[in-house]
């Protein structure tokens, strides 16, 4: 008994990654996601749920989905806490200075340590500059590389798109050649 082939169809190529593209932020990501949300959803509350919608409003399923959520509800809390007390520390330090409270005295007295605090204060002010601006090229050549591999995506979208065409296309000529006897089966 002789087995012929299916005709295969021709693709055009899968898209090639970026050269440069941005491997070191997937894997910050990927490595947040993991320490955030470390476990898979629980599949079969999901299922128990579509089938039984009344399991909704149970305590255990709150704490379910709490639990799995966990990482995410504190992110969440540590945001509302800075987006909170942040302009709280600020109103109070302009109150506080605002009154003359606090700032220290007007006049400081020159000893002869204070060239050596202040190169210090510079040394340290020098080097903090310096990682901000090194910070900002980072995060300028990150945008520049996800800008390009956004852009190129429209023409991956399209050779994606031309790829399943050809695919269903093909379907109905596969399943004649079946249907038709083209396997050489008796």
Known sequence: MALRNLSQ??????????????????????????????????????????QEPAHITEPATYKQVLSYEMGFLVCAA???????????????????????????????????RMGCRRRALWTTLLLLSGLLLAWNVCAFVTNARISRAVGSSFSTFNSSMGNLSTYLDDIPQQVDFVRGGGLGLP
């Open 78 to 112: 540590i945001g509302l806490l800075f987006i909170l007390l942040m302009p709280l520390g600020g109103l109070c330090f302009c109150c506080c200075r605002c009154c003359g409270r606090c700032g220290g005295r007007k006049y400081q007295k020159q000893d002869q």
């Open 9 to 50: 169809p021709t693709y055009e190529p899968p898209p090639a990654s970026l050269a440069g593209s941005t491997p070191g932020l997937d894997s910050m990501a990927h490595g947040f996601l993991g320490l955030v949300q470390p476990n898979a959803f629980p599949a079969e509350l999901l299922s128990r749920l579509i």
